[in-house]
């Protein structure tokens, strides 16, 4: 069964940085796009940032582009999100997500981890 | 950016009832729509793939029907379970990769 486990989230003031890390488990990791999902508190998901298996191509939803990035190290089938110049309405639960082959689907998901950003 | 709306937004309904959630799309998106599940604070889980594939493990009471603009999402007999909120998905016009607002499913 695929594993994937997310990590870094906390508290962090408007202005900060913070980097999550999602390590993946029983699957090729470097085969497969990966994804980072949000969901603000009370809110719908909201897709953030996606990676392809080698690194190369990468996609940003426009309110994170040149604030987040969104990176992977395969020998260590881990995934990360690097945040700078973070908002109140960044404030979320993220998601680490694999995607499927068939139809760009998010065929597994990790538990999330919580950020929050206050002053 | 496609837009992906659903409805109801809300719905209540009793185990063994037949549940159908909406999804629309702001212009065609042939049969690129998936649909999740997800319980109280809990990570959403893949139900259906490509408008009407069942993903692996997923109980045969879910289906998916629809292509272009208007899709469905059946629960064809509610079982307690099932009591949770639904999202659609786009992925025909990518990036962005975009969900629909959710349909809660409650008592």
């Known amino acids: 069964e695929v594993q994937l486990v997310e990590s870094g989230g906390g508290l962090v003031q408007p202005g900060g940085s913070l980097r999550l890390s999602c390590a993946a488990s029983r699957f090729t990791f470097s085969n497969y796009w990966m994804s980072w999902v949000r969901q603000a508190p009370g809110k719908g998901l909201e897709w953030v940032a996606s990676?392809?298996?080698?690194?190369?191509?990468?996609y940003y939803v426009d309110s994170v582009k040149g604030r987040f990035t969104i990176s992977r190290d395969n020998a260590k089938n881990s995934l990360y999100l690097q945040m700078n110049s973070l908002r109140a309405e960044d404030t979320a639960v993220y998601y680490c997500?694999?995607?499927?082959?068939?139809?760009?689907?998010?065929?597994?998901w990790g538990q999330g981890t919580l950020v929050t950003v206050s002053s | 950016d496609i837009q992906m709306t659903q409805s109801p937004s809300s719905l209540s309904a009793s185990v063994g009832d037949r549940v159908t959630i909406t999804c629309r799309a702001s212009q065609s998106i042939n049969s690129k729509l998936n649909w999740y599940q997800q319980k109280g604070g809990k990570a959403p889980r893949l139900l259906i793939y490509?408008?009407?594939n069942l993903q692996s493990g997923v109980p045969s009471r879910f289906s998916g029907s629809g292509s272009a603009t208007d899709f469905t999402l059946t629960i064809s007999s509610l079982q307690p379970e099932d009591f949770a909120t639904y999202y659609c998905?786009?992925?025909?016009?990518?990036?962005?990769?975009?969900f629909g607002p959710g349909t809660k499913v409650d008592f």
């Open positions: 990676i392809e298996g080698n690194g190369n191509e990468k």
């Open positions: 998905q786009q992925s025909y016009s990518v990036p962005p990769f975009t």
């Open positions: 490509a408008a009407s």
């Open positions: 997500a694999r995607f499927g082959y068939s139809s760009w689907e998010f065929d597994n």
